[in-house]
């Protein structure tokens, strides 16, 4: 046994002298030696420092985040088993809102006094929601709530005291680090509204049964998901990033190919980049829910029906939206 | 090759060796298909090579079948341990074994054929046709197992008995059986409506909707209370392969019975009016059992301290200590219930004091993620002291033991603490900045799961050799059983 074999060792090696006790004591250590150094190398390693502000690449994808697309009205498959629903016809948004967009909404809003500063956040009215008292529902009542997290170390978003600015290079990404409230006060600002979970997966999928947004299967040129491979990930150091709003379109970035994968209706990332809130907001539960898996989710995260939710309050670099009117 | 056959299909250690290949080959091709695996595009090239048939729409159904292909290996290996050990007529033993072995192979074959080479439904028929055999061998076990039989009525005082003589540890083995029967169909009677009122679903992905219907209760129910049976079967087949007696039988036994009724109950409940408080006799139902769990490993460690030191006249406590861990095969399953403390159990009561507080405020994949973790590494744990067990049923000895013991140990506890800190490091770490913690715990959890599953294979290959051998470990094997290596 290892340690009686030890405890001999010591007690021996004293009667002996010092010379041979340590010589000893180092012939029987070194495999815990080994073992305590590559504890401590693991230690370092995973507490490595992350350069949130590492350099990136910046792509002009050719993608308009102006542009908005019809969906007409009508029947679809819904959800993984393939139900009927339908929609009346709306129009969404093409790509998921930008930072700059949403930096010009603060602007304008905190103009108009539609959102105020509460220290290191953004905060804005909701009229709150119907409290039914269901377990493990919480009250979401009429007041002010956190749309945008100033002080959050991956917020792209900079107040200076007067204006919102976008820190350079991330413009055209997807605006993250929001709240559903923050994203409810924008898409209702500009009197459009978030996509239910219908209409957005309607948006996703058009009329067949496809599980992702461009068809059956998925390629790493897809989009942007974990271990993806894109230009702006790195696995070793900070990780994942967002890529710029429609960056999979079909169009090569210094060598980098992607596919075009685009909706049947013409939307771009409605798979990967970032999580998207959804508008529903649902009898005796206060979690809303997100669609269209993100930058930090395996492919499987990526199909067209599955849900992820979270507390309104919620925020991640992960996690974005768009409208719908 | 007669000779052969009669051993892997006829004989206690060969039928487990057959199980354990079966899951093992499971394990090693379709370990492939997630996580790290994927990320390098190994995924990709294993679906290639074995012309698997992926459909996207399909994979909630391919993982369950999957989970029931590999559940029914192990369900089959803890039923031969049990007729290995326990006294039953010749008939039961050979009608369960021959059942559940026919039942399991169909079922691991057919099901996973079904799911993953396209869809031949005479393989979903054979795949149900497994089921089913394994459900009835369960019930001829609950038959065989029957404690109120006077033939199995105990006189040795050191064992839990009531006054007439009946045995409590039978009792447990028999309410075990029993219930894990009966729970079956709690996923059985879901499946029977599958595509009409009842959809596939995985209950990780539905845990924060407020209403369930009855069938998702039933499922959810369902493979919660298999994994705890699953885990107290076992727990009872260390104690009766380490000869668990005296006092600490007497109150783990009645306790052992207690806590599987009511946590049985208590899962049941999910589909009756008694769903709100449903959670709490499952609180109530655990606690006896691992009570139970903690006795076993109270009286094991104290015998293995005691027997190791025997022979010096004042032992000291680093002696003591040395002696309990001298035999890792023999030490490490009791050691691997503890481990699943902070693992599991107290990973899962964590999560429930602080569920709306802290863990209900992360998005539901964090939550989905930490659900996953959690019975992975149960299911892992089960796996670990399977193989401890079976590593003294091969008369492994000297430093090859201990090395295969320890390597057991260190390889599946490094992967499951991060596992563990995987499942919780939102509690200290941000989105932003996890990436080099989440590197390091997957190397963690890929090198312990990796070295392990290579030590498996090493005992497979060499097992593999040994049946080309005229005389080799296998002709001992057949004649040997269970009952007779039971500790003294």
Same mark, same amino acid.
């Given at each position: 046994? $290892?340690?009686?074999?030890?405890?001999?060792? %010591?007690?021996?090696?004293? $009667?002996?002298?010092?010379?041979?006790?340590?010589?000893?004591?180092?012939?029987?250590?070194?495999?815990?030696?080994?073992?305590?150094?590559l504890?401590?190398?693991?230690?370092?390693?995973?507490?490595?420092h992350?350069?949130?502000?590492?350099?990136?690449?910046?792509?002009?994808?050719?993608?308009?985040?102006?542009?908005?697309?019809?969906?007409?009205?009508?029947?679809?498959?819904?959800?993984?088993?393939?139900?009927?629903?339908?929609?009346?016809?709306?129009?969404?948004?093409?790509?998921?809102?930008? $930072?700059?967009?949403?930096?010009?909404?603060?602007?304008? #809003?905190?103009?108009?006094?539609?959102?105020?500063?509460?220290?290191?956040?953004?905060?804005?009215?909701?009229?709150?929601?119907?409290?039914?008292?269901?377990?493990?529902?919480?009250?979401?009542?009429?007041?002010?709530?956190? +749309?945008?997290? %100033?002080?959050?170390?991956?917020?792209?978003?900079?107040?200076?005291?007067?204006?919102?600015?976008v820190?350079?290079?991330?413009?055209?990404?997807?605006?993250?680090?929001?709240?559903?409230?923050?994203?409810?006060?924008?898409?209702?600002?500009?009197?459009?509204?978030?996509?239910?979970?219908?209409?957005?997966e309607?948006?996703?999928?058009?009329?067949?049964?496809?599980?992702?947004?461009?068809?059956?299967?998925?390629?790493?040129?897809?989009?942007?998901?974990?271990?993806?491979?894109?230009?702006?990930?790195?696995?070793?150091?900070?990780?994942?990033?967002?890529?710029?709003?429609? =960056?999979?379109?079909?169009?090569?970035?210094?060598?980098?190919?992607?596919?075009?994968?685009?909706?049947?209706?013409?939307?771009?990332?409605?798979?990967?980049?970032?999580?998207?809130?959804t508008?529903?907001?649902?009898?005796?539960?206060?979690?809303?829910?997100?669609?269209?898996?993100?930058?930090?989710?395996?492919?499987?995260?990526?199909?067209?029906?599955?849900?992820?939710?979270?507390?309104?309050?919620?925020?991640?670099?992960?996690v974005?939206?768009?409208?719908?009117? | 090759?007669?000779?052969?056959?009669?051993?892997? +299909?006829?004989s206690?250690?060969?039928?487990?060796?057959?199980?354990?290949?079966?899951?093992?080959?499971?394990?090693?091709?379709?370990?492939?298909?997630?996580?790290?695996?994927?990320?390098?595009?190994?995924?990709?090239?294993?679906?290639?090579?074995?012309?698997?048939?992926?459909?996207?729409?399909?994979?909630?159904?391919?993982?369950?079948?999957?989970?029931?292909?590999?559940?029914?290996?192990?369900i089959?290996?803890?039923?031969?341990?049990?007729?290995?050990? /326990?006294?039953?007529k010749? +008939?039961?033993?050979?009608?369960?074994?021959?059942?559940?072995?026919?039942?399991y192979?169909?079922t691991?074959?057919?099901?996973?054929?079904?799911?993953?080479?396209?869809?031949?439904?005479?393989?979903?028929?054979?795949?149900?046709?497994?089921?089913?055999?394994?459900?009835?061998a369960?019930?001829?076990?609950?038959?065989?197992?029957?404690?109120?039989?006077?033939?199995?009525?105990?006189?040795?005082?050191?064992?839990?008995?009531?006054?007439?003589?009946?045995?409590?540890?039978?009792?447990?083995?028999?309410?075990?059986?029993?219930t894990?029967?009966?729970?079956? /169909?709690?996923?059985?009677?879901?499946?029977?409506?599958?595509?009409?009122?009842?959809?596939?679903?995985?209950?990780?992905?539905?845990?924060?909707?407020?209403?369930?219907?009855?069938?998702?209760?039933?499922?959810?129910?369902?493979?919660?209370?298999?994994?705890?049976?699953?885990?107290?079967?076992?727990?009872?087949?260390?104690?009766?392969?380490?000869?668990?007696?005296?006092?600490?039988?007497?109150?783990?036994?009645?306790?052992?019975?207690?806590?599987?009724?009511? %946590?049985?109950?208590?899962?049941?409940?999910?589909?009756?009016?008694l769903?709100?408080?449903?959670?709490?006799?499952?609180?109530v139902?655990?606690?006896p059992?691992?009570?139970?769990?903690?006795?076993?490993?109270?009286?094991?460690?104290?015998?293995?301290?005691?027997?190791?030191?025997?022979?010096?006249?004042?032992?000291?406590?680093?002696?003591?200590?040395? #002696?309990?861990?001298?035999?890792?095969? $023999? =030490?490490?399953?009791?050691?691997?219930?503890? =481990?699943?403390? *902070?693992t599991?159990?107290?990973?899962?009561? *964590?999560?429930?004091?602080?569920?709306?507080?802290?863990?209900?405020?992360?998005?539901?994949?964090?939550?989905?993620?930490?659900?996953?973790?959690?019975?992975?590494a /149960?299911?892992?744990?089960?796996?670990?002291?399977?193989?401890?067990?079976?590593?003294?049923?091969?008369? %492994?000895?000297?430093?090859?033991?201990?090395?295969?013991?320890?390597?057991?140990?260190?390889?599946?506890?490094?992967?499951?603490a991060?596992?563990?800190?995987?499942?919780?490091?939102? /509690? +200290?770490?941000?989105?932003?900045?996890?990436?080099?913690?989440?590197?390091?715990?997957?190397?963690?959890?890929?090198?312990?799961?990796?070295?392990?599953?290579?030590?498996?294979?090493?005992?497979?290959?060499?097992?593999?050799?040994?049946?080309?051998?005229?005389?080799?470990?296998?002709?001992?094997?057949?004649?040997?059983?269970?009952?007779?290596?039971?500790?003294?």
């Amino acid at each position: 046994m $290892k340690h009686s074999i030890l405890f001999g060792t %010591l007690t021996s090696a004293g $009667k002996r002298g010092e010379k041979e006790l340590k010589i000893r004591v180092l012939s029987v250590y070194p495999r815990p030696i080994i073992f305590i150094l590559l504890i401590t190398l693991f230690i370092l390693v995973s507490c490595a420092h992350v350069d949130l502000n590492a350099p990136m690449p910046t792509y002009d994808t050719g993608i308009d985040p102006n542009a908005w697309a019809q969906v007409p009205a009508g029947e679809f498959h819904f959800g993984q088993h393939e139900d009927i629903a339908s929609t009346d016809a709306y129009e969404i948004m093409v790509t998921d809102v930008t $930072k700059q967009q949403y930096a010009n909404f603060l602007n304008a #809003a905190l103009a108009d006094g539609y959102v105020k500063m509460d220290g290191e956040q953004v905060v804005g009215y909701y009229p709150g929601d119907e409290f039914r008292g269901v377990k493990h529902e919480e009250k979401i009542e009429a007041g002010d709530w956190l +749309f945008v997290p %100033l002080n959050d170390p991956s917020q792209r978003i900079k107040f200076d005291g007067k204006t919102f600015t976008v820190e350079k290079g991330y413009e055209n990404h997807p605006m993250t680090s929001v709240t559903w409230f923050g994203a409810w006060g924008y898409c209702g600002y500009y009197e459009t509204r978030l996509p239910t979970e219908m209409e957005w997966e309607k948006a996703a999928r058009g009329t067949d049964e496809r599980p992702f947004p461009w068809g059956d299967e998925i390629a790493r040129e897809n989009a942007n998901f974990y271990s993806s491979r894109d230009p702006f990930e790195d696995m070793s150091s900070f990780g994942s990033r967002t890529s710029p709003v429609g =960056f999979y379109n079909g169009n090569a970035y210094d060598g980098y190919q992607t596919i075009d994968s685009a909706s049947p209706y013409g939307l771009y990332d409605m798979a990967g980049n970032v999580w998207q809130w959804t508008g529903d907001v649902y009898e005796g539960m206060h979690y809303r829910f997100m669609r269209g898996g993100s930058k930090d989710t395996y492919d499987m995260d990526l199909r067209v029906w599955v849900r992820n939710n979270a507390t309104p309050t919620y925020f991640s670099p992960g996690v974005g939206f768009r409208c719908v009117r | 090759m007669k000779d052969r056959l009669n051993y892997l +299909f006829t004989s206690t250690k060969g039928l487990i060796l057959v199980a354990i290949a079966m899951i093992s080959m499971v394990t090693a091709v379709w370990g492939m298909l997630s996580g790290p695996m994927a990320e390098m595009g190994v995924r990709d090239w294993v679906i290639k090579t074995f012309g698997m048939d992926i459909v996207q729409a399909e994979r909630e159904g391919r993982i369950i079948i999957l989970y029931h292909s590999i559940a029914m290996g192990v369900i089959a290996i803890e039923t031969y341990m049990v007729t290995g050990l /326990l006294k039953m007529k010749a +008939f039961f033993k050979t009608a369960v074994n021959m059942l559940i072995t026919v039942g399991y192979i169909l079922t691991m074959t057919f099901g996973m054929g079904f799911a993953y080479f396209g869809h031949n439904w005479a393989f979903h028929g054979l795949y149900i046709t497994g089921l089913s055999l394994i459900f009835f061998a369960g019930v001829l076990l609950c038959v065989a197992l029957w404690p109120w039989d006077k033939e199995h009525y105990i006189t040795d005082k050191d064992y839990a008995r009531t006054k007439s003589g009946v045995d409590l540890e039978r009792v447990a083995f028999f309410t075990t059986a029993v219930t894990t029967v009966l729970s079956s /169909l709690f996923g059985a009677v879901p499946g029977s409506y599958y595509g009409h009122g009842f959809e596939t679903f995985l209950a990780e992905n539905v845990i924060r909707y407020p209403e369930k219907s009855v069938m998702e209760y039933s499922v959810i129910g369902h493979l919660h209370i298999m994994l705890a049976l699953i885990a107290i079967m076992l727990t009872l087949i260390i104690g009766r392969w380490l000869n668990f007696k005296g006092i600490w039988h007497k109150f783990a036994m009645p306790l052992m019975i207690l806590g599987c009724i009511v %946590l049985n109950l208590g899962v049941w409940g999910v589909v009756t009016p008694l769903e709100p408080v449903a959670h709490m006799i499952i609180y109530v139902g655990a606690t006896p059992s691992m009570l139970a769990a903690l006795f076993l490993l109270i009286w094991s460690w104290g015998k293995f301290a005691i027997e190791g030191t025997a022979h010096l006249t004042k032992p000291t406590l680093l002696q003591k200590l040395g #002696a309990m861990v001298q035999d890792p095969l $023999k =030490f490490g399953p009791t050691w691997q219930m503890l =481990f699943m403390n *902070f693992t599991t159990s107290g990973i899962g009561i *964590f999560m429930a004091v602080k569920l709306d507080e802290i863990f209900r405020v992360w998005p539901a994949r964090e939550e989905r993620i930490e659900l996953t973790g959690h019975w992975h590494a /149960l299911s892992a744990i089960i796996a670990t002291i399977i193989l401890m067990y079976y590593g003294d049923m091969l008369g %492994l000895k000297g430093k090859v033991r201990q090395i295969y013991g320890w390597s057991i140990i260190f390889l599946s506890d490094i992967a499951l603490a991060g596992v563990t800190i995987f499942e919780m490091k939102r /509690l +200290f770490i941000t989105e932003a900045e996890q990436q080099p913690l989440v590197n390091t715990l997957m190397y963690m959890i890929d090198f312990g799961l990796g070295m392990l599953l290579v030590l498996l294979a090493i005992v497979m290959v060499w097992r593999l050799t040994d049946l080309f051998k005229p005389k080799g470990r296998w002709t001992e094997e057949a004649a040997q059983e269970l009952s007779q290596e039971v500790a003294k």
